[in-house]
Structures are given as structure tokens and as C-alpha cells.
């Protein structure tokens, strides 16, 4: 969702003789709100049974902010067919709802490039990158492997938008694809695609969290032999102003807690190299310190016999728990409401130990100590590997082979 400085609550809003570029305060206040909106209507079902969502904030060049928002869907509401993927987004000019048609006109039209205009942003090596004008399409798509085609009948019909000082004609083709209901409700530019396969979710990943614009600049008058660059960011106004009213830059629900795998007194410690503190004094003050596996043994050894807490795997624990970390005090305590996702950090098959610690923790509930780990029907081993070989994880190579695709896919 880009921003539309002429929001009928930014226009009346300025005062006598202003104009929304002399007010970005007001364009990302309205912004701001907007985005609310749209995300509790997300949360409320409007595209479906809600799960989770994620978004990301970014700023164009010449200001006006947008949103990267990526939406999971719970199983029975995810789109598998060209209806589902018609039921909620279109890629055409609407043929009855007038009021929608003018909104398709002004808000969702691909500006044009191509030999028309060749240096339009979107031009990659001498062809859009959006991938415009596209071709006609008499069917709606679901692949596999990528974003979902939806239907651009040719209905011969050409249409008249103006794009800022220009007039150009347009087709079904020239349609960036949204959802009706959203268009009509926040009436500015949102762009709707529906992604069926993981592999396009990692680029997508990839996409939202791909960080701010850069530029080179050289400096013109420079007479150095050797030109001056400066890597440059550059903030506009409106950027500034997000940052001063503390916007969030990006949000993510539900959370994710990451959780840390480490073997015995081997966890990482932070300290102040400038701080009066001896290297002594920093391990004697981390001794005593939880971290998430730590603690998650500490609690689990609080917790009275036959406790659903003692059922849960590490990687659970932040469904029932919540982490709590304080500098003195680090714990995990029950959790009276909402979920979070537990994630533990990344172990590479070569790591050794390391690495069969991971595997262990995937399936070793309610450890109390780390004895709980190496100890198998009784029998404590002298190594993580050897417990695993024990519990049967590591018999025929399978975790190898299953580690792999993992690998590859990430
Ligand atoms: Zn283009």
C-alpha cells in the first residue's frame, strides 16, 4: 500500500493556500492510521481465516511512505483455485461499479515504459521490470511455483488515464492487480498477489526485508584525479517524521522468539570492553545468568509432575511461556495470554556437538538438566552424538538426508 497525499483527511486538514507536500506530517499521520486499519481488517478475516502477518515500512525516493505487508492464511482459507484467487483480487477495469472504475483508473494503473517512456523507474535493462504491459489472459492461474495469474480478458475496450501530466490509452494489460473491496475502501494504490509455494515466499522474504534504496553520488565539481563517492541515504521528510512521531518500521505477528543453542557454558556474553569490569567479573557475573536453554531447564524443574508444561518440546515452549529478559533475572514464567513461535538458531550439520545438541533438543521434552539430554532409557552417554546414535537419530543417515533439502531450499 503506497500513500495518497490526496486523502480526503489530508486535504482537510491543510490550511488556506498549502499543499500536502508542505504537510508530511499530515500525509504519514494519515498514513499511519490507514495502515492500522487495513491491519485489523486483515485480522478480521477480510481476505480470509487470518493467521499471521508481517510488514515492513519504506519510504520512496521523493517520500511518500508504503508498506510491505505479507499475510499467512490459516489452511481451509488459503486460495487454491482460480475461483478462491478470483473471489478476492482482480487484474481488469471493473465493468458496472463506476466508482470502482475511477478508482482502478487513477490508483491502479502500471505508469507507462516501455519504448513510450524508457526511463520510467520500473525499466530494467531495456524492459519492465514489473513485467508490463502483460499479456492477455482468458483464465485465472494457480501455479506451484509462483504468484498466482489472474484473469485480463481482452475486451477490446481501451481507456483514457492521466498519469501525471500525461494522457495515455490502456488496456486490461496495463492493470496492477489489487483487491476490489480494499481499492474501494482505502482508495489508494494496494497491490494484491496471492503466492501458493514456499520457494516464492523466500523471495518474497527476501523482497520486504531488502532494507532502503541506496545511490552513488559523485560529486560534479570534484577535481580529484580519483572521483569522490559518498554512499548515501537519503531521508526525506516524511521518513524523518515517522521516525519523530516513533512509528514502528516494521511489525510481525505473531511473535518469534529465538532460542538460543549453545553447549554447557559455551552461550555468548555481552559486556562494556570500556566498563571497570575484569574478564573475571564478567564470567562471574554471566555464571549465574539464564539464557533461553538454560531456563528452560530451570523452569521445566520447577514445574510439579505430569505438568503439560514437561510435554512441551524447546522449540514449543514460547506457545505456553513467555521469556522474560532481564539483565539479573532472565526466566521463563506461564503465559496468560496470546502465542508466540519458538525458533532455535541455525546449528550446520558440520558443527559436531553443536549440531546434535539441535537434534536432540527436536525431541527431547521436559530436560531438567543437561544430564537430561545425554541420559537415554536410563543410560547417560558421554556425547550428544552418542545420544543421538542411541535414540536411534542418526541410525541410517536420515537426519543428513533430511537436513538437506532444508539446506538447500534456505
Ligand atoms: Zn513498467
Known amino acids: 500500500m503506497t500513500a495518497n497525499s490526496d486523502w480526503p483527511e489530508v486535504k482537510a486538514a491543510l490550511l488556506p493556500g498549502q499543499h500536502p507536500t508542505d504537510r508530511p506530517d499530515l500525509v504519514v499521520r494519515v498514513f499511519h492510521a490507514k495502515l492500522q486499519s487495513l491491519i485489523q481488517d486483515i485480522r478480521n478475516d477480510t481476505l480470509g481465516a487470518w493467521a499471521a502477518h508481517l510488514y515492513t515500512i519504506e519510504f520512496q525516493k521523493r517520500g511518500l511512505p508504503h508498506v510491505h505487508i505479507i499475510i499467512f492464511l490459516q489452511p481451509h482459507s488459503k486460495l487454491r483455485t482460480p475461483e478462491d484467487v478470483d473471489s478476492l483480487m482482480s487484474s481488469e477495469f471493473p465493468d458496472v461499479n463506476s466508482d470502482l472504475f475511477e478508482h482502478v483508473k487513477k490508483f491502479m494503473v502500471h505508469r507507462p515504459c516501455g519504448a513510450e517512456n524508457p526511463t520510467s523507474p520500473c525499466m530494467v535493462h531495456g524492459v519492465c521490470s514489473k513485467g508490463f504491459p502483460k499479456p492477455f489472459r482468458e483464465e485465472t492461474t494457480v501455479t506451484e511455483d509462483s504468484y498466482a495469474r489472474t484473469r485480463r480478458c481482452n475486451t477490446g475496450q481501451l481507456h483514457q488515464v492521466k498519469i501525471g501530466a500525461q494522457e495515455v490509452t490502456v488496456n486490461n494489460q496495463w492493470v496492477v492487480c489489487h483487491s476490489p473491496y480494499l481499492l474501494w475502501k482505502y482508495r489508494c494504490h494496494i497491490n494484491v498477489e496471492s503466492i501458493a509455494s514456499v520457494k516464492a515466499i523466500k523471495y518474497i522474504y527476501k523482497y520486504v526485508y531488502k532494507g532502503h534504496d541506496r545511490t552513488t553520488m559523485a560529486f560534479g565539481r570534484c577535481e580529484d584525479e580519483i572521483q569522490q563517492y559518498l554512499d548515501a541515504y537519503y531521508i526525506s521528510s516524511c521518513e524523518a517524521l515517522w521516525h519523530v512521531y516513533l512509528f514502528q518500521m516494521q511489525e510481525q505477528v505473531p511473535n518469534v522468539v529465538h532460542l538460543q543453542v549453545h553447549l554447557k557454558d559455551q552461550q555468548g556474553v555481552v559486556y562494556n570492553p570500556e566498563g571497570d569490569d575484569s574478564a573475571q567479573d564478567v564470567v562471574n557475573a554471566c555464571r549465574e545468568c539464564l539464557t533461553t536453554l538454560t531456563g528452560w531447564f530451570a523452569a521445566n524443574a520447577l514445574e510439579p509432575e505430569g505438568s503439560e508444561i514437561l510435554d512441551l518440546l524447546y522449540q514449543d515452549y514460547p ?32 558443527s559436531g556437538e553443536h549440531f546434535y545438541l539441535h537434534l536432540l533438543l527436536t525431541c527431547v521434552r521436559g530436560a531438567k538438566d543437561w544430564k537430561d539430554l545425554y541420559s537415554f532409557e536410563g543410560t547417560e552417554h558421554p556425547s550428544f552424538k552418542e545420544a543421538c546414535i542411541a535414540r536411534g537419530l542418526l541410525e541410517d543417515n536420515q537426519e543428513w538426508s533430511l537436513s538437506r533439502p532444508t539446506t538447500v531450499l534456505w
Not at 522474560?324 to 550446520?348: C, D, Q
Open 319 to 350: 506457545s505456553k511461556m513467555v521469556w522474560h529478559n532481564e539483565a539479573n533475572n532472565a526466566r521463563w514464567t506461564n503465559r496468560e495470554r496470546g502465542f508466540a513461535i519458538g525458533r532455535m538458531y541455525y546449528a550446520h550439520p558440520t
